[in-house]
């Protein structure tokens, strides 16, 4: 596509539920990146594919979070037992490569009532 | 993964005033990147910067790259209520993490 798509653009869960958010890369980009970024705040990383290597989950917050990514495309972020602190935009950004510039989709924004 | 330091964290200026943020680290970095993020908006790339004592301009931004490596910063001469947003340096090649962050008010 022409950008990273990420869906759906809002999403507001109950507490205790789960949700999938799910980012459509830039074709052709072999890295992707999930971000946390509560209201004014910087951004939090989360976790980081790199082609077919395993991720790097350091900055999964808790064994709540996981993320896949299918055949080095789409990804998705599941979030279990969703808490209020989950409550925050969720940023999804691919690169051709490691280290070069970003591209950011618009965000999902999840609220937990 | 690199860390660096951004400063300041806030800054308020009157339109046409100069602003100027800065990144720190502490270990030699491979390249820096900056980005902007408009409010409501997601971080938009702006520009890359690799070797030593790089200085590249963009308009009226003025990006440099310090000698030893470790520091960079963005200079905007004579603001426009445009520039609003929060800037955000990124350090090194490896998985991206991001500065806090510095977030610019422009009062017309």
């Known amino acids: 596509g022409a950008g990273v798509s990420q869906s759906p653009s809002n999403k507001v869960t109950e507490k205790g539920k789960d949700v999938e958010l799910r980012c459509d890369p830039i074709?052709?980009?072999?890295?992707l990146y999930w971000y946390r970024q509560s209201l004014g705040q910087g951004l939090e990383f989360l976790i980081y594919?790199?082609?077919?290597?395993?991720?790097?989950k350091s900055g999964l917050p808790s064994d709540r979070f996981s993320a896949e990514r299918t055949g080095g495309s789409v990804s998705t972020l599941t979030i279990q037992r969703t808490q209020q602190e989950d409550s925050a935009v969720y940023l999804c950004?691919?690169?051709?490569?490691?280290?070069?510039?970003?591209?950011f989709g618009q965000g999902t924004r999840l609220t937990v009532v | 993964g690199q860390q660096v330091m951004q400063i300041p964290q806030y800054q308020h200026v009157q339109e046409g005033e100069d602003f100027t943020t800065y990144c720190n680290s502490s270990?030699?970095?491979?390249?820096i990147q900056w980005y902007k993020q408009r409010p409501g908006g997601h971080p938009v790339f702006l520009i890359q910067l690799v070797k030593s004592g790089e200085v590249k301009k963009q308009k009226r931004l003025t990006f440099q790259f310090g000698e030893a490596k470790k520091n960079s910063s963005l200079h905007i001469t004579a603001t426009q209520t445009t520039d609003v947003g929060t800037y955000f340096c990124k350090g090194g090649s490896e998985k991206l993490v991001f500065g806090k962050g510095t977030k610019l008010t422009v009062n017309p």
């Open positions: 594919f790199q082609g077919n290597s395993a991720p790097d």
């Open positions: 950004a691919s690169s051709r490569w490691t280290g070069e510039k970003a591209f």
């Open positions: 270990t030699t970095l491979s390249n």
């Open positions: 074709s052709g980009h072999t890295a």
